[in-house]
């Protein structure tokens, strides 16, 4: 069924009616609470408890089938055991339900994998869709309905929250309770059968309430789909992910330095940065981010200005700008004309300004009018440390007010107070009013590096994305050689022939079959050269004594080629050595790994870093998803530590940047348009000085064992 003949996702956010198969009369059911929560909720839809004994459910009519309530169902909360869950849904289709609700667990979270995809295909094939199984239901403002079994009291504001832990989420739903964040929608997806994020974000980006969009998650199911899903709604609104699983095993071994590289994490990190996702590392930071974010306009520009009574929290503001990627305000002398009238003279007129432990109110006022009415000052966190000559009294009326000036002029501002027991009582107070109010100054600075993050992004966003276009059915007369003949990586002479054939220039190179031979071409390439054993039995070459560097004469030639011959029958005697490869020894260059791979979760991706015997070692990549531009290939290259070695250093001239950028463009196209490619890595390429090129030194290709291939276009 094509997408088109789906129902509109808003029925299922604000349902005309809904009903609960599973409602139940034991107050400690999951059914019961879900029912008892539609009601208390405010919901004012039709609602619908289905119960097999039929009869009364807390005031309302109990149906004993979904078939048997007289109007038309939009939405339906499944609450029965795992057993009964698909007679449930056929039940849902014969009644054309639009969307169902599976809370019920027991299905692939415990490996029942088969029972979860059959009702997903049975509900799709019928025109429905699913949210879960194994999730908490879904609370929605637009419509007052808490179809949760968490907290009946949820707070209405602009943050909706799509979590796929069920469990975290209820837990969410009373944090935020006590954070004082504000909520349009908080869902769980669940195991994700049929709906999950990207098709939640369908609803949420448009949707006028929700102001910011936080998701937890766990893994990604279709990470394509969920590119361009992101992509589309950080255009519109800020997305906050906090996603598990950080540690190093989630990276899958591979043959190849691309794919051991690619651990799960430090690639999601990459393309979440892509997507202009803002990543937080923990739910408080998180909670900080979408609580300011939603109360708060986007600055109009970058300078930031700190106003303090203490010059040491001041030194610390500092540090977290720096840390967050706020940038301060440094022209000293408007910063003296505009601020001198509320700075002591044995304060600072620098940026932090110290107004000095004399401070009252009044001074913070004057000080925080200042930056509020100069156009080249755009946010700024005010800093207060307790001292007892401030008029305490007053703290709660200083900070509602600024903040409120500072919000109609849309100038961001942050408050960080910190002091004893009143002070405290202070933050608690003014929070629930939500205030960006916090006790430590990095907490306070954080929100605000978030909201500049986000602000860069979309300045700095370009929608095109930059393809190579080459023969593509060339290439795949030479994947299909290779599988016929069981291989699953090609040989060297079979990777350098796509090289040439998508135009990426590398060194001369012939393979030979015998000793004359190498001589022979040797003298033709011309020296020094280098030798390489071909084998499909020997991937890791230098490993087995199968590469020789620099040879400069016929003499070394005849060496290199015995000595390959014998290291290789020795180390690997069941290989089968097909013949040597003879290439031009290239010139000196910066060395530097470029790849491209198919994800398992997001597909085409490519990969860059610092290149050359320790690349394993030094770990100096980055990631991005393909397609992209080239702009994004250049931030990417510009991400390593190793970029200053790009520009020059100690005097060394600039790099052909924009030929390594050709190159990484070139290797996604290939993965992307060529059925069956899962890695290429070229390590080294050789980059040059500007308008020199660049040289892909040694290519590897591996391939799917997938016989059927296919593309990620």
Not at 148 to 170: D, M, W
Not at 307 to 331: F, H, P, R, W
Request: charged content about 25%; aromatic content about 6%.
């Amino acid at each position: 069924m094509s997408k088109n003949n789906y129902p509109d996702i808003r029925y299922l956010f604000e349902p005309r009616s809904i009903a609960v198969i599973g409602a139940s009369r034991d107050s400690g059911k999951i059914g019961s609470k879900v029912l008892e929560n539609i009601m208390a909720g405010g919901y004012e839809g039709r609602i619908y408890p289905v119960n097999s004994t039929g009869g009364e459910l807390m005031g309302l009519q109990a149906y004993d089938s979904v078939e048997a309530v007289e109007g038309d169902v939009d939405v339906v909360s499944i609450v029965v055991p795992a057993h009964r869950v698909l007679s449930a849904v056929e039940s849902c289709a014969r009644k054309k339900v639009k969307f169902l609700m599976v809370v019920s667990s027991g299905f692939s979270e415990v490996g029942n994998m088969v029972e979860e995809k059959k009702i997903a295909l049975f509900a799709r094939e019928q025109g429905m869709r699913i949210m879960g199984p194994n999730m908490f239901g879904l609370y929605s403002a637009s419509s007052s309905l808490n179809a949760t079994f968490g907290p009946k009291e949820i707070r209405a504001g602009g943050v909706a929250i799509i979590t796929q832990s069920g469990a975290l989420g209820l837990a969410m739903i009373g944090k935020t309770s006590v954070d004082n964040v504000g909520l349009s929608t908080i869902c769980s997806v669940g195991n994700k059968s049929d709906l999950d994020e990207a098709d939640l974000l369908e609803y949420l980006v448009p949707h006028e309430d929700t102001k910011v969009i936080l998701m937890y998650i766990e893994g990604i199911k279709q990470g394509e789909k969920f590119i361009r899903a992101l992509k589309r709604a950080t255009q519109v609104k800020p997305v906050v992910v906090v996603k598990s699983g950080r540690s190093k095993r989630g990276a899958a071994a591979a043959a190849s330095h691309t794919g051991s590289l690619a651990g799960a994490d430090n690639v999601f990190d990459a393309i979440m940065m892509q997507c202009g996702v803002l990543r937080a590392e923990t739910i408080k930071e998180a909670f900080d981010w979408c609580s300011f974010m939603s109360n708060n306009s986007l600055p109009d520009g970058q300078e930031t200005v700190i106003i303090t009574n203490g010059g040491g929290i001041g030194v610390m503001a500092t540090d977290a700008s720096e840390k967050y990627g706020v940038s301060l305000y440094d022209d000293p002398g408007m910063l003296k004309k505009i601020f001198s009238p509320a700075t002591p003279e044995f304060g600072s007129l620098k940026n932090p300004i110290d107004i000095t432990g004399q401070a009252q109110s009044i001074h913070y006022d004057t000080a925080l009018d200042a930056a509020l009415y100069c156009d080249d000052i755009h946010s700024a966190v005010a800093l207060y440390c307790e001292t007892a000559v401030f008029d305490a009294e007053k703290l709660p009326v200083m900070v509602k007010n600024n903040y409120e000036k500072f919000r109609k002029s849309k100038k961001p501002i942050l408050f960080s107070l910190f002091g004893g027991e009143n002070t405290e009582r202070c933050i608690t107070e003014l929070s629930k009013e939500q205030m960006p109010v916090y006790s430590d100054v990095y907490e306070a600075v954080s929100p605000l590096g978030a909201m500049y993050s986000y602000r860069r992004y979309l300045a700095n966003y370009v929608e095109a994305v930059d393809t190579v276009d080459f023969d593509v059915d060339a290439v795949n007369l030479i994947i299909d050689r290779a599988r016929s003949e069981k291989r699953y990586f090609l040989l060297t002479d079979e990777a350098q022939e796509i090289m040439k054939i998508a135009r990426v220039p590398i060194p001369k190179t012939v393979i030979v079959r015998s000793l004359v031979q190498a001589v022979n071409v040797s003298r033709e390439i011309g020296y020094p050269v280098v030798m390489k054993v071909v084998s499909k039995d020997i991937i890791h070459k230098s490993d087995a004594g199968g590469v020789a560097l620099d040879l400069v004469n016929e003499k070394e030639v005849i060496d290199a080629y015995e000595a390959i011959m014998r290291n290789c029958k020795a180390k690997v005697p069941e290989a089968q050595i097909e013949g040597v490869e003879v290439t031009e020894m290239v010139s000196a260059g910066t060395e530097i790994i470029a790849g491209a791979k198919i994800d398992p979760s997001f597909g085409p991706i490519v990969m860059v870093g610092l290149g050359g015997i320790y690349v394993e070692v030094m770990k100096d990549v980055a990631f991005r998803a393909h397609p992209l531009n080239r702009g994004e290939v250049l931030s990417m290259i510009e991400q390593i530590r190793s970029y200053p070695l790009l520009i020059g250093v100690r005097g060394e001239k600039t790099k052909d940047i924009g030929s390594l950028v050709d190159i990484i463009l070139t290797l996604g196209s290939i993965v992307q348009k060529c059925r069956g490619i899962t890695d290429i890595e070229i390590n080294p390429v050789m980059v040059y000085e500007q308008g020199a090129g660049a040289k892909a030194v040694d290519v590897r290709i591996l391939l799917s064992k997938d016989e059927r291939g296919g593309t990620h276009e």
